[in-house]
């Protein structure tokens, strides 16, 4: 059973700062990992997603890497500003599946 | 981006009463929808997958009669919450699959049982 884990639970950081945050799955045969963000009572944004065969995508100031074969991956954020505050979550398709397996995720602060 | 609309945000019933809650992708057609649950502090967990025209599949521990999906459209699959009760209460949300690659959520329904 494909199980995903996020550390931090949370992080507080002065605005600037970069930061990565962290996620682990334990099986290896994932079709992709997507990271999401997570605003307060609100629904999922999809921020990067990576393919198996691809070990990093970037969009602006966000960089994720992924390393299937020791199940991880991380999500790099530069120059964090106070609204990147969210939970960020991150997200593995078991076999090719459509389904996801979510981590708990990670709380961020960015404080101003 | 695509958008896909859940409603109602957040709901208040009684132990014994039904919640309906909808989710309708509004610009794509979506032959597939999922719905997920979150409890405080835990994981998104996948219930149940929707398919337009058919019966929805069901996660493993996921009472089908308890939570009914319809998928009677493209755009709209519903999920009813029968005689809910205070253990029923977390955030439920939908996701729709746009040509068969890539997932959108709506923004989620916080159902409250009291």
């Known amino acids: 059973k494909q199980e995903v884990t996020q550390i931090p639970a949370a992080l507080s950081v002065p605005e600037g700062e970069n930061l990565v945050l962290n996620c682990s799955f334990t099986?290896?045969?994932?079709?992709?990992l997507q990271w999401f963000r997570q605003d307060p009572g609100k629904g999922l944004t999809s921020l990067l997603l990576?393919?198996?065969?691809?070990r990093e995508q970037t969009s602006g100031r966000l960089n994720a890497s992924l390393d299937k074969s020791s199940g991880r991956s991380t999500l790099y954020i530069a120059a964090s500003q106070p609204g990147d505050s969210a939970t960020y979550l991150c997200?593995?398709?078991?076999?090719?599946?459509?389904?996801?397996?979510f981590g708990k995720g990670t709380k961020l602060t960015v404080n101003p | 981006g695509a958008v896909v609309s859940q409603h109602p945000s957040r709901v208040i019933c009684k132990s014994g009463t039904s919640v309906k809650i909808e989710c309708r992708s509004l610009?794509?057609?979506?032959?597939?929808m999922f719905w997920y649950r979150q409890f405080p502090k835990q994981s998104l967990m996948l219930m149940a997958t929707s398919n337009e025209g058919s019966k929805a599949t069901y996660e493993q521990g996921v009472e089908k009669d308890k939570f009914l999906i319809n998928h009677a459209s493209l755009t709209l699959s519903t999920l009813t919450v029968t005689s809910a009760h205070p253990e029923d209460s977390s955030f439920y949300i939908c996701?729709?699959?746009?040509?068969?690659?890539?997932?959108?959520f709506g923004s989620g329904t916080q159902l409250s049982v009291l």
């Open positions: 996701s729709a699959l746009q040509g068969g690659e890539k997932l959108f």
């Open positions: 610009d794509f057609q979506a032959t597939t």
């Open positions: 990576i393919q198996s065969s691809q």
């Open positions: 099986d290896s045969a994932i079709y992709n």
């Open positions: 997200a593995v398709n078991r076999g090719g599946s459509e389904k996801l397996v």
